[in-house]
Protein backbone atom coordinates (compact mmCIF):
# COMPACT_ATOMS: atom_id res chain seq x y z
CA UNK A 1 0.00 0.00 0.00
CA UNK A 2 1.25 3.79 -1.03
CA UNK A 3 0.08 6.47 0.95
CA UNK A 4 0.91 10.14 0.36
CA UNK A 5 0.96 13.24 2.06
CA UNK A 6 0.63 16.31 0.30
CA UNK A 7 0.67 19.84 1.16
CA UNK A 8 2.33 23.32 0.86
CA UNK A 9 5.14 23.99 2.70
CA UNK A 10 4.72 24.32 6.58
CA UNK A 11 1.62 22.55 6.11
CA UNK A 12 2.83 19.80 8.50
CA UNK A 13 3.35 17.19 5.96
CA UNK A 14 6.65 15.58 7.54
CA UNK A 15 5.02 15.80 11.05
CA UNK A 16 1.90 13.65 10.10
CA UNK A 17 3.83 11.01 7.87
CA UNK A 18 6.00 10.51 11.22
CA UNK A 19 2.86 9.95 13.62
CA UNK A 20 1.02 7.87 10.73
CA UNK A 21 3.93 5.67 10.45
CA UNK A 22 4.35 5.33 14.29
CA UNK A 23 0.72 4.50 14.58
CA UNK A 24 0.35 1.78 11.29
CA UNK A 25 3.83 0.82 10.92
CA UNK A 26 4.02 2.01 7.88
CA UNK A 27 7.31 2.72 6.80
CA UNK A 28 8.06 6.44 6.37
CA UNK A 29 10.01 8.20 3.05
CA UNK A 30 11.11 11.70 3.86
CA UNK A 31 11.62 14.44 1.40
CA UNK A 32 15.57 15.38 0.32
CA UNK A 33 16.25 18.08 2.50
CA UNK A 34 18.63 18.00 4.85
CA UNK A 35 21.39 16.76 2.82
CA UNK A 36 19.68 18.61 -0.75
CA UNK A 37 23.09 20.28 -2.37
CA UNK A 38 20.82 23.06 -4.30
CA UNK A 39 18.10 24.09 -1.36
CA UNK A 40 19.78 26.76 0.98
CA UNK A 41 21.21 28.07 -2.64
CA UNK A 42 18.35 27.71 -4.13
CA UNK A 43 16.57 30.10 -1.71
CA UNK A 44 19.43 32.86 -1.99
CA UNK A 45 19.17 32.65 -5.70
CA UNK A 46 16.04 31.14 -7.21
CA UNK A 47 16.63 32.08 -10.75
CA UNK A 48 20.06 31.05 -11.00
CA UNK A 49 19.61 27.43 -8.95
CA UNK A 50 15.34 26.71 -10.03
CA UNK A 51 16.36 24.05 -12.65
CA UNK A 52 19.21 22.19 -11.06
CA UNK A 53 17.15 21.96 -7.61
CA UNK A 54 13.85 20.80 -10.08
CA UNK A 55 16.05 18.00 -11.76
CA UNK A 56 17.61 16.93 -8.24
CA UNK A 57 14.26 16.87 -6.55
CA UNK A 58 12.93 15.06 -9.85
CA UNK A 59 15.18 12.08 -9.68
CA UNK A 60 15.03 11.42 -5.53
CA UNK A 61 11.27 11.39 -5.37
CA UNK A 62 11.29 9.12 -8.92
CA UNK A 63 13.76 6.78 -6.87
CA UNK A 64 11.69 7.07 -4.10
CA UNK A 65 8.75 5.57 -6.12
CA UNK A 66 10.70 3.10 -7.58
CA UNK A 67 12.01 1.70 -3.84
CA UNK A 68 8.31 1.84 -2.90
CA UNK A 69 7.36 -0.34 -5.49
CA UNK A 70 10.64 -2.62 -5.24
CA UNK A 71 9.86 -2.94 -1.35
CA UNK A 72 6.34 -4.68 -1.42
CA UNK A 73 5.81 -2.96 1.96
CA UNK A 74 3.61 0.03 2.72
CA UNK A 75 4.48 2.74 2.53
CA UNK A 76 3.64 6.67 3.46
CA UNK A 77 5.32 9.15 1.49
CA UNK A 78 5.85 13.03 2.55
CA UNK A 79 5.29 14.63 -0.92
CA UNK A 80 4.78 13.43 -4.59
CA UNK A 81 6.47 13.71 -7.56
CA UNK A 82 3.16 15.31 -8.97
CA UNK A 83 3.81 18.44 -7.14
CA UNK A 84 7.12 18.74 -7.88
CA UNK A 85 6.41 19.74 -11.34
CA UNK A 86 2.68 20.80 -11.18
CA UNK A 87 3.15 22.92 -8.52
CA UNK A 88 6.76 23.97 -7.89
CA UNK A 89 8.24 23.73 -11.46
CA UNK A 90 5.29 25.38 -12.91
CA UNK A 91 5.25 27.99 -10.41
CA UNK A 92 8.60 28.88 -10.95
CA UNK A 93 7.87 29.25 -14.67
CA UNK A 94 5.06 31.55 -14.30
CA UNK A 95 6.93 33.58 -11.81
CA UNK A 96 9.81 33.68 -14.59
CA UNK A 97 12.64 31.95 -12.55
CA UNK A 98 12.98 28.79 -14.51
CA UNK A 99 13.21 30.00 -18.38
CA UNK A 100 10.37 28.06 -20.78
CA UNK A 101 13.37 26.46 -22.29
CA UNK A 102 14.39 25.30 -19.13
CA UNK A 103 10.67 24.18 -18.36
CA UNK A 104 10.24 22.76 -21.74
CA UNK A 105 13.28 20.11 -20.94
CA UNK A 106 12.03 19.47 -17.23
CA UNK A 107 8.59 19.01 -18.64
CA UNK A 108 9.78 16.22 -21.19
CA UNK A 109 11.26 14.49 -18.65
CA UNK A 110 8.69 14.78 -16.13
CA UNK A 111 6.24 13.77 -18.61
CA UNK A 112 8.72 10.38 -19.33
CA UNK A 113 9.03 9.27 -15.85
CA UNK A 114 5.10 9.87 -15.06
CA UNK A 115 4.69 6.75 -17.89
CA UNK A 116 6.29 4.54 -14.75
CA UNK A 117 4.73 5.76 -11.84
CA UNK A 118 1.82 4.55 -9.82
CA UNK A 119 -0.65 7.20 -8.07
CA UNK A 120 -0.70 6.44 -4.11
CA UNK A 121 -3.81 4.48 -3.45
CA UNK A 122 -4.71 7.39 -0.94
CA UNK A 123 -3.31 11.02 -1.18
CA UNK A 124 -4.00 13.06 2.06
CA UNK A 125 -4.12 17.11 1.14
CA UNK A 126 -3.43 18.90 4.13
CA UNK A 127 -4.88 22.41 3.53
CA UNK A 128 -3.73 25.50 5.49
CA UNK A 129 -4.21 29.31 4.43
CA UNK A 130 -0.89 31.41 4.18
CA UNK A 131 -0.84 33.02 7.82
CA UNK A 132 -1.15 29.44 9.26
CA UNK A 133 2.13 28.23 6.90
CA UNK A 134 3.99 31.32 7.63
CA UNK A 135 4.00 30.58 11.48
CA UNK A 136 4.67 26.99 10.95
CA UNK A 137 7.68 27.88 8.94
CA UNK A 138 8.94 30.23 11.33
CA UNK A 139 8.43 27.56 14.05
CA UNK A 140 10.58 24.86 11.88
CA UNK A 141 13.25 28.13 12.09
CA UNK A 142 15.66 26.75 9.05
CA UNK A 143 17.71 29.77 8.25
CA UNK A 144 17.33 29.80 4.76
CA UNK A 145 13.65 29.40 4.68
CA UNK A 146 13.64 33.37 6.21
CA UNK A 147 13.94 34.58 2.63
CA UNK A 148 10.29 32.97 1.66
CA UNK A 149 8.21 35.25 0.21
CA UNK A 150 3.89 35.51 1.46
CA UNK A 151 3.71 35.84 -2.65
CA UNK A 152 6.05 32.55 -2.81
CA UNK A 153 3.61 31.08 -0.52
CA UNK A 154 0.39 32.07 -1.78
CA UNK A 155 1.02 31.35 -5.40
CA UNK A 156 1.72 27.56 -4.58
CA UNK A 157 -1.59 27.50 -2.27
CA UNK A 158 -3.23 28.33 -5.35
CA UNK A 159 -1.40 26.01 -7.52
CA UNK A 160 -2.42 23.37 -4.69
CA UNK A 161 -5.64 24.61 -4.89
CA UNK A 162 -6.19 23.69 -8.29
CA UNK A 163 -4.78 20.89 -8.69
CA UNK A 164 -6.36 19.18 -5.86
CA UNK A 165 -9.74 20.47 -7.60
CA UNK A 166 -8.82 18.12 -10.47
CA UNK A 167 -6.72 15.14 -9.21
CA UNK A 168 -8.38 12.32 -10.20
CA UNK A 169 -5.34 9.21 -10.42
CA UNK A 170 -6.51 7.48 -7.34
CA UNK A 171 -8.35 8.50 -4.00
CA UNK A 172 -8.13 11.65 -2.30
CA UNK A 173 -8.46 12.71 1.86
CA UNK A 174 -8.76 16.92 1.82
CA UNK A 175 -7.94 17.68 5.60
CA UNK A 176 -8.26 21.23 6.67
CA UNK A 177 -5.40 21.34 8.77
CA UNK A 178 -5.95 24.67 10.27
CA UNK A 179 -9.19 23.50 11.82
CA UNK A 180 -7.39 20.89 14.02
CA UNK A 181 -3.91 20.37 16.37
CA UNK A 182 -3.46 16.37 15.68
CA UNK A 183 0.25 16.84 17.66
CA UNK A 184 -1.44 18.21 20.69
CA UNK A 185 -5.29 16.62 20.43
CA UNK A 186 -5.62 13.01 20.55
CA UNK A 187 -8.64 13.63 19.30
CA UNK A 188 -7.90 15.13 16.40
CA UNK A 189 -5.56 13.27 15.70
CA UNK A 190 -8.18 10.19 16.18
CA UNK A 191 -10.18 12.04 13.73
CA UNK A 192 -7.76 12.25 11.21
CA UNK A 193 -7.37 8.09 11.70
CA UNK A 194 -11.07 7.88 11.28
CA UNK A 195 -11.26 9.27 7.90
CA UNK A 196 -8.09 7.48 6.83
CA UNK A 197 -9.88 4.69 7.89
CA UNK A 198 -12.82 5.02 5.89
CA UNK A 199 -11.43 5.89 2.79
CA UNK A 200 -8.78 2.63 3.21
CA UNK A 201 -11.75 0.39 3.61
CA UNK A 202 -11.01 -2.99 3.01
CA UNK A 203 -7.30 -2.38 1.85
CA UNK A 204 -6.01 -2.36 5.87
N1 LIG B 1 -0.81 20.34 13.76
C1 LIG B 1 0.26 21.01 14.19
N2 LIG B 1 0.23 21.68 15.35
C2 LIG B 1 1.28 22.36 15.79
N3 LIG B 1 2.46 22.44 15.15
C3 LIG B 1 2.57 21.78 13.99
C4 LIG B 1 1.48 21.03 13.44
N4 LIG B 1 1.87 20.49 12.27
C5 LIG B 1 3.15 20.89 12.10
N5 LIG B 1 3.56 21.65 13.13
C6 LIG B 1 4.87 22.29 13.26
O1 LIG B 1 5.02 23.14 12.13
C7 LIG B 1 6.35 23.05 11.59
C8 LIG B 1 6.26 22.59 10.14
O2 LIG B 1 5.73 21.28 10.08
P1 LIG B 1 6.29 20.18 9.07
O3 LIG B 1 5.67 18.88 9.46
O4 LIG B 1 7.78 20.24 8.99
O5 LIG B 1 5.63 20.72 7.72
P2 LIG B 1 5.91 20.29 6.22
O6 LIG B 1 6.60 18.95 6.23
O7 LIG B 1 4.55 20.23 5.58
O8 LIG B 1 6.75 21.39 5.64
C9 LIG B 1 7.11 22.10 12.49
O9 LIG B 1 7.82 22.90 13.42
C10 LIG B 1 6.02 21.29 13.18
O10 LIG B 1 6.41 20.87 14.46
N1 LIG C 1 10.18 20.73 -6.26
C1 LIG C 1 10.53 21.67 -5.36
N2 LIG C 1 10.93 22.89 -5.78
C2 LIG C 1 11.30 23.87 -4.92
N3 LIG C 1 11.33 23.70 -3.60
C3 LIG C 1 10.93 22.50 -3.13
C4 LIG C 1 10.51 21.44 -3.97
N4 LIG C 1 10.18 20.38 -3.19
C5 LIG C 1 10.39 20.76 -1.93
N5 LIG C 1 10.85 22.02 -1.89
C6 LIG C 1 11.30 22.78 -0.72
C7 LIG C 1 10.25 23.48 0.09
C8 LIG C 1 10.85 23.47 1.48
O1 LIG C 1 11.73 24.56 1.65
C9 LIG C 1 11.68 22.19 1.51
C10 LIG C 1 10.98 21.04 2.19
O2 LIG C 1 9.60 21.00 1.86
P1 LIG C 1 8.48 20.92 3.01
O3 LIG C 1 7.19 21.28 2.33
O4 LIG C 1 8.86 21.85 4.10
O5 LIG C 1 8.52 19.49 3.45
O6 LIG C 1 11.93 21.85 0.17
Redesign the pocket.
Known sequence: MHIA?T????????????MLSKHYGWEAQF?DVDHNPYLEDFYADMSKWSFALQIYFLGSRFRQVKEIRDSGKSVIQ??TIYEDAHIFAENLNDMELLTDRDFANYSSVFHLMKSFVSAPDLLIY?KSDVPN?V???Y???RDYEASISIEYLSKLNQKYESWIAEYSEGKLLVIE?DD?????RPE?FGLILQRIETELHGLF
Open positions: VGNIGAGKTTLTTEDRLLKKIKRGVLDFVED
